[in-house]
């Protein structure tokens, strides 16, 4: 049973473009939700994350935009460039006690020149 | 050098033998746990550990088991593998709700 969905699962922008990845959670109890960036060969990384008391973080070109009455979350990258390109997971915490991550499917985004 | 390190880094096998993924970490955390990723499916969390002395199965545990040596090792045994079980193998050590990972290691199994 997914319990993070993360559409599309494929994503190709122009360089300079806006790149969005979207995320619907079903369990109401999450609250924590990070996006992770994986580059070919290694393991993922920490991009950015939100708590469910704000709708919108920033961080650079990162945002992310949280709707809490419909359980979903969007990942925007802003004047995408080819550096971006990578694998993208969006991830809800399932409990702080056990630290446990519910990963979604993952977003291959390529960003062409 | 790597905060989480894994070896093999790529491992081909054959169907019914034992494998061990191994996993070292030199950020001090007590947790460690060991996911699988597969295109389409994410990341799933096989097996984690709170401490040597405390292990738990996630997800999709089955056919896998995990051995924790040290708070700074933990490695992951195939039995007797089988070719869905080919897959990029994940090590991780949390911090604050950060998962902090490895560099895979990708199996093969024919």
């Known amino acids: 049973q997914q319990q993070v969905k993360q559409s599309p699962q494929s994503l190709i922008v122009q360089k300079g473009g806006i790149s969005i990845i979207n995320c619907a959670y079903e369990?109401?109890?999450?609250?924590?939700f990070p996006w992770y960036q994986q580059f070919p060969g290694k393991g993922p990384a920490l991009l950015i994350a939100?708590?469910?008391?704000?709708s919108e973080k920033k961080e650079g070109r990162f945002t992310i935009s949280f709707n809490k009455s419909a359980k979903q979350f969007s990942l925007h990258i802003m004047d995408s460039q080819p550096g971006d390109s990578a694998t993208y997971f969006c991830?809800?915490?399932?409990?702080?006690?056990?630290?446990?991550?519910?990963f979604g499917q993952g977003t291959t985004l390529q960003v062409k020149p | 050098d790597a905060d989480v390190t894994q070896t093999p880094r790529n491992r081909i096998t054959k169907t019914g033998k034992r494998i061990m993924l191994e996993c070292s970490q030199t950020k001090g955390h007590d947790r460690m746990y060991w996911y699988r990723q597969d295109p389409g499916l994410g990341l799933q969390l096989i097996y984690y550990?709170?401490?040597?002395?405390?292990?738990n199965k996630g997800e999709i545990s089955d056919g896998y088991s995990v051995s924790r040596q040290a708070q700074a090792k933990f490695s992951l045994s195939l039995e007797s593998a089988i070719p869905n079980q080919t897959a990029l193998y994940f090590c991780a050590t949390p911090r604050d709700n950060e998962q902090f990972f490895g560099p895979g290691t990708r199996l093969t199994v024919l």
């Open positions: 550990s709170f401490d040597v002395k405390d292990i």
């Open positions: 369990n109401t109890a999450f609250d924590y």
């Open positions: 939100i708590r469910p008391d704000v």
């Open positions: 991830a809800a915490l399932g409990s702080s006690n056990t630290g446990k991550l519910i």
